[in-house]
């Protein structure tokens, strides 16, 4: 059964945080956004 997956406004600001963190703090844009594909991918294989 596959379910559906609802990020709550936290989770979604969350997100953003860890992004913006890893791209703008310590200056890595690539990996930043491997992070949060990794975490979305993550999430997503808990179903």
């Known amino acids: 059964m596959k379910m559906n997956i609802v990020y709550s406004h936290q989770a979604r ?3 953003k945080n860890i992004y913006e963190y890893i791209a ?6 690539e990996t930043a ?3 949060y594909q990794r975490i979305i ?7």
Do not use: C, H
Request: hydrophobic share 35%; net charge negative; proline share 5%.
């Open 13 to 15: 600001q969350d997100l």
């Open 24 to 29: 703008y703090s310590l200056l890595a844009p």
């Open 33 to 35: 956004q491997k992070m």
């Open 41 to 47: 991918e993550s999430v997503r294989s808990l179903d």
